[in-house]
């Protein structure tokens, strides 16, 4: 088989760099194709206690032996699943942009290869194909399909203690009464079984291209510089594409076992691939807002305040703060209850007091200069995350500078409630950068998307990213993989 362009991933890199060719594609997908109600049935018959596992892992289930994932260390929370649409089936549509910030580093190392004002025009485009409902006050110039209504209420609640806060813009499926509105979001939690499909998914990116599941690439062949043939594997049998040019757009950790696999060129600097991988750590924390009467429920979407009073940079972290848009759970509650009220028999008094505790879910930058990396050996792929040990004690000052500032802003926290994930595991399902595009000379990949030492190899996928600070990836995932289609069409 010969194809002009293959592109081996059907998530949202890959999907939507064959959206923006202009070319014939093929794209490989190893995921076999899935009923999205049928996985629902599975997953409404489990135990309850099992659930959350199930979303992740066992509703994905694969019938073949060659779609089982790396297992990562324990310390990594970051699971991936192998499936058709990729890893971000399981995605909630939280839509940031990375922040300005990321873009102005002073050192190459880390830095991206161009600035934010190149990427801004994509990242516009990659809104309205990503479908992004926002709050009118959503300070990133989105380009949003429809606004999230109720916003206001959250604005007039919030306004004393935060008065930048918005809520984070979402990606929602289109409905078939209002193609300018949004999916019928509830709020239920587990957005990639979702029987009403409300949030955007990968495959909801139309293309032209045709789509080959079932297609494990096991590895690249190259002849000099010039990659020329995937060597597949296939329920049925063996497999070999030949190409012009090839997209690697596999998860992260697929990605780096491709090409470790293949013959790279002699000029491919293999040392630095699998290196500076980064993620999310995360806390928990609590607060109560004196007086204040937060509308949960009130907005029709499910979405997190994201709240800029409480978010910064702390010795080279990036930290971002979200309210949850839920109900506290009982230990913030607990924290907020005013005893002496209540033994007071101001009972009602004490209970409304309760409608001002606020759940706050903390995103913290693992920074790529603390080296956790992945390498290969023995067939397995494996992670070396001394780097997040020695420096996880960091983001305890993180935590005590967001208590002091909302001290300042009037704010009690709640102490009580804490829940500091960070010291035991990383993770939010974000592996990002093993093969990074920066200004230096680290960097693995050229900023024209071109593996380095290859003539034809093209990178999509969170694992460009030199730096992605605290915000999740996604909608940069996608601006970038527009930015891919475009390099390609003007190279034909």
């Avoid at 001002?356 to 390498?375: C, K």
Wanted: net charge negative; glycine share 8%; charged share 20%.
């Amino acid at each position: 088989m010969f194809v002009e362009t293959l592109i081996i991933g059907n998530g949202f890199a890959g999907r939507t760099v064959a959206h923006g060719l202009t070319g014939p594609c093929l794209i490989v997908e190893r995921g076999e194709k899935f009923n999205i109600f049928e996985r629902r049935a599975r997953f409404n018959a489990m135990e309850k206690a099992d659930r959350h596992d199930a979303l992740i892992r066992r509703s994905y289930e694969s019938v073949h032996a060659f779609n089982v994932p790396e297992k990562l260390p324990a310390d990594c929370a970051s699971d991936y699943i192998l499936v058709d649409g990729g890893c971000s089936n399981h995605w909630g549509g939280l839509s940031f942009r990375l922040s300005k910030a990321m873009f102005d580093q002073s050192a190459d190392t880390f830095r991206w290869p161009f600035d934010f004002q190149t990427l801004q025009p994509f990242y516009r485009n990659a809104e309205r194909l990503l479908r992004i409902s926002a709050d009118p006050r959503d300070p990133d110039e989105r380009n949003p399909l429809s606004e999230i209504q109720g916003s206001q209420r959250w604005h007039n609640a919030l306004a004393p203690y935060f008065p930048q806060a918005y809520i984070g813009a979402q990606a929602h499926n289109l409905n078939v009464e209002n193609l300018e509105g949004q999916g019928l979001c509830v709020g239920a939690g587990d957005c990639e079984l979702c029987p009403m499909d409300a949030k955007t998914r990968s495959l909801h990116i139309r293309n032209k291209a045709q789509v080959l599941n079932e297609v494990l690439v096991e590895h690249l062949r190259f002849e000099g510089d010039k990659a020329v043939e995937a060597i597949c594997h296939t329920p049925k049998g063996p497999l070999n594409i030949r190409f012009n040019r090839v997209v690697i757009a596999a998860h992260g950790v697929e990605s780096l076992k491709l090409l470790w696999k293949s013959n790279l060129p002699p000029d491919t600097p293999q040392a630095f691939i699998g290196r500076y991988c980064q993620d999310h750590a995360v806390a928990e924390l609590a607060c109560h807002l004196p007086q204040a009467k937060i509308p949960f429920f009130q907005v029709n979407t499910a979405a997190q305040v994201v709240i800029p009073e409480l978010c910064g940079e702390l010795d080279g972290i990036e930290y971002t703060t979200l309210g949850l848009m839920t109900s506290a759970n009982d230990e913030a509650l607990q924290g907020s209850l005013d005893l002496e009220k209540l033994n007071n028999w101001a009972v009602r008094e004490s209970v409304e007091d309760l409608a001002g505790t606020l759940s706050l879910y903390i995103l913290l930058e693992i920074p790529p200069q603390w080296d956790i990396s992945l390498f290969y050996e023995g067939g397995s792929v494996r992670m070396d995350s001394d780097g997040y040990h020695g420096n996880k004690h960091r983001y305890d000052a993180v935590i005590e500078a967001i208590y002091a500032q909302m001290e300042t802003l009037g704010v009690v926290p709640i102490r009580a409630a804490e829940q500091p994930h960070y010291r035991d595991a990383f993770g939010t399902h974000h592996l990002v950068g093993m093969l990074n595009m920066s200004a230096g000379d680290n960097a693995v990949v050229d900023p024209d998307f071109r593996l380095k030492g290859s003539a034809n190899v093209y990178i999509a996928g969170s694992s460009l990213f030199p730096r992605c600070g605290s915000r999740n990836p996604t909608v940069t995932v996608v601006a970038l993989a527009l930015m891919l289609a475009d390099t390609l069409n003007a190279s034909v």
